[in-house]
């Protein structure tokens, strides 16, 4: 008989807003239905029913013993460093033999970046894609007091813009983290930006997103010369769905790598296509004094052909 897979627990923040709470719901439900071969359950941290407890008791319930735990999350703050690990701890004092393995957050891989993209175009009212030199991004997420956390969100703002052909992609943050959203939209218009998109970091909508639309809608009153359109959240879109099973493999398989989503060698990121695939080769740099630092050695150390 063979073993059942792992069952899939998804860890939500919780948010205060019925809507986006809902929208949690309603993605836990339709992975369930496209993977009916496992099973599927989802809870919150805080502020919103089910708590992750929940979830887990309604899998062992079901006779679930061992499953994988996917953050539903863009990035590694508190939440997913602390609280959910926390949790899961609880969880396995509470079910005398129950053992999980935990995924790493959903971060910003390309297909993520690929309906940001889209979102882009979407509030622009489809002008022509290639007409983005006048188009300056300000991708809003959500802040928190990890400094990690924050600088993940500019890594997303950069490889955002790598090859995409907009003016740049400027960051700010909806609570926590400077800067804020006006402060954000001024640096844009101090760095001459005529035309804005503000893109909202965030899986869903809720009270955090909105607050991003209130507060730019409120600069752009004020700034009629400047051209501001406010984008949507990313939606449960296949590219989530998807990237939650990679991430569900990843946890079952024990395969938590490095930064390989976003590696120029792995994957078509735009403008850097020819370099999937590339062999590896050591090369040194001449201030090195003669330490060997082979710095394509993380590449040359794992296979290219998945």
Known sequence: MTTPPPALLIAGHGTRDDAGAEAFRDFVRELGHRHPELPVAGGFIELSPPPLGDAVTELVERGVRRFAAVP??????????????AALAREKERHPGISYTYGRPLGPHPSLLNVLERRIDEA??????????????????????????????????????????????????????????????????????????VLPYFLFTGILPDRVKQQTEGWAAARPEVEVRSAEVIGPEPELLDLVMERYAEAVKGDLRMNCDSC????????????VGLPQQPHFHPDDDGHHHHHGHHHGAHSHAH
């Open 72 to 85: 539903l999350m863009l990035v590694s703050a508190g939440h997913a460093k602390g609280d959910i690990p």
């Open 264 to 275: 120029v060698y792995r994957i078509a990121l735009p403008g850097f296509e020819e370099k």
């Open 124 to 197: 622009l009212g489809g002008r022509d894609p290639g007409a983005r030199e006048d188009v300056t991004v300000l991708l809003v997420g959500r802040g928190s007091t990890d400094p990690d956390a924050n600088a993940e969100v500019l890594k997303a703002a950069r490889l955002l813009w790598e090859g995409r052909g907009y003016v740049g992609v400027e960051t700010a943050f909806v609570s926590l983290a400077a800067p804020d959203v006006p402060s954000g939209l001024d640096r844009c218009a101090r760095l001459g930006a005529r035309r804005i998109v």
